[in-house]
Nanobody, 127 residues
Framework: QVQLVESGGGLVQAGGSLRLSCAAS????????MAWFRQTPGKEREFVAA????????YYSDSVKGRFTISRDNTKNTVYLQMNSLKPEDTAVYYC????????????????????WGQGTQVTVSS
């Protein structure tokens, strides 16, 4: 059984940084597409960043490109999201997701293509 556990969320001032972690169990992340999404009340889950299933490619939404970095440690079976220059509009619950399929290009940004989800971690950015 695959489990994803996020941590690292919290309250930070605008311009600050946070690093989220997603520890996976039950499946190795080294051959899995992994992604971060975020969601605010009343809105659909929004794509943030992803690692391709091969591990060679990363994808970012335009809203976080240049500020956020997705990385992973295969030895720890953990994915990270380093968030810098945070803005109040980054406030959301952040979710880690894993896809057991081989995704391509725009498929990474569609939350329907992910099979497993973490419980989410709240990130609040104050102005």
């Amino acid at each position: 059984q695959v489990q994803l556990v996020e941590s690292g969320g919290g309250l930070v001032q605008a311009g600050g940084s946070l690093r989220l972690s997603c520890a996976a169990s039950g499946r190795t992340i080294s051959n899995s597409a992994m992604a971060w999404f975020r969601q605010t009340p009343g809105k659909e889950r929004e794509f943030v960043a992803a690692f391709s299933w091969s591990g060679y490619n990363t994808y970012y939404s335009d809203s976080v490109k240049g500020r956020f970095t997705i990385s992973r440690d295969n030895t720890k079976n953990t994915v990270y999201l380093q968030m810098n220059s945070l803005k109040p509009e980054d406030t959301a619950v952040y979710y880690c997701a894993l896809s057991s399929g081989r995704l391509f290009y725009s498929m990474y940004a569609d939350y329907h293509n992910y099979d497993y989800w973490g419980q989410g971690t709240q990130v609040t950015v104050s102005s």
